[in-house]
T-cell receptor, first 114, second 111 residues
Framework: ETGVTQSPTHLIKTRGQQVTLRCSSQSGHNTVSWYQQALGQGPQFIFQYYREEENGRGNFPPRFSGLQFPNYSSELNVNALELDDSALYLC?????????????FGPGTRLTVT | GNSVTQMEGPVTLSEEAFLTINCTYTATGYPSLFWYVQYPGEGLQLLLKATKADDKGSNKGFEATYRKETTSFHLEKGSVQVSDSAVYFCALDNYGQNFVFGPGTRLSVLP
């Protein structure tokens, strides 16, 4: 059973550019969530996808968007990058919705915006 | 809204000392509660969880009890090791809609 994987590991972008981050869910998991973790802070919920539909969203602007594919892998897209978007982006997958299902986290993508 | 509050760090202990990291939460309904650990340069790993009041989660010598009356989920370990040095996050999940993390508590264990 493979765990959650994310790519790329590190990324440097310029303000105003667009970025796409990728996540492969753990085998059998149909739910994926994305989080932003700024340096020295706890992860902040961006959004969650369940069976290819957005299921919930945190307090992030529309320039943060996502997709979940039929194989339950996922993308996070960020348009018009700002300096404050520099953070570790974490993807987590779970077997289904609901608090009883554990979220398994990937190692993250470190995004630096200059 | 839902929120999680943790004791501020850093917490510095000597090896074999007793550890307590306080966590309190605010939520409607009956959330599930979690402790995650993050080692340097890595993602988050689930340490333990509890899904209903009075449940005790435990793993690797760590324990936490879901106390609904005090809305708390304090993390404890009887004897810490140097390898326990990491950042610990308390979190809640309210019916899968939104996972809320606390700010994290950095633990340093000295030999």
């Amino acid at each position: 059973e493979t765990g959650v994987t994310q790519s790329p590991t590190h990324l440097i972008k310029t303000r105003g550019q667009q970025v796409t981050l990728r996540c492969s869910s753990q085998s059998g998991h149909n739910t994926v969530s994305w989080y932003q973790q700024a340096l020295g802070q706890g992860p902040q919920f961006i959004f969650q996808y369940y069976r290819e539909e957005e299921n919930g969203r945190g307090n992030f602007p529309p320039r943060f968007s996502g997709l979940q594919f039929p194989n339950y892998s996922s993308e996070l897209n960020v348009n018009a990058l700002e300096l404050d978007d520099s953070a570790l982006y974490l993807c987590a997958s779970s077997l289904s919705l609901g608090g009883t299902y554990e979220q398994y986290f990937g190692p993250g993508t470190r995004l630096t915006v200059t | 809204g839902n929120s999680v509050t943790q004791m501020e760090g850093p917490v510095t202990l000597s090896e074999e000392a007793f550890l307590t990291i306080n966590c309190t939460y605010t939520a409607t309904g009956y959330p599930s509660l979690f402790w995650y650990v993050q080692y340097p340069g890595e993602g988050l790993q689930l340490l333990l969880k509890a899904t209903k009041a009075d449940d005790k989660g435990s793993n690797k010598g760590f324990e936490a009890t879901y106390r609904k009356e005090t809305t708390s989920f304090h993390l404890e370990k009887g004897s810490v090791q140097v390898s326990d040095s990491a950042v610990y996050f308390c979190a809640l999940d309210n019916y899968g809609q939104n996972f809320v993390f606390g700010p994290g508590t950095r633990l340093s264990v000295l030999p």
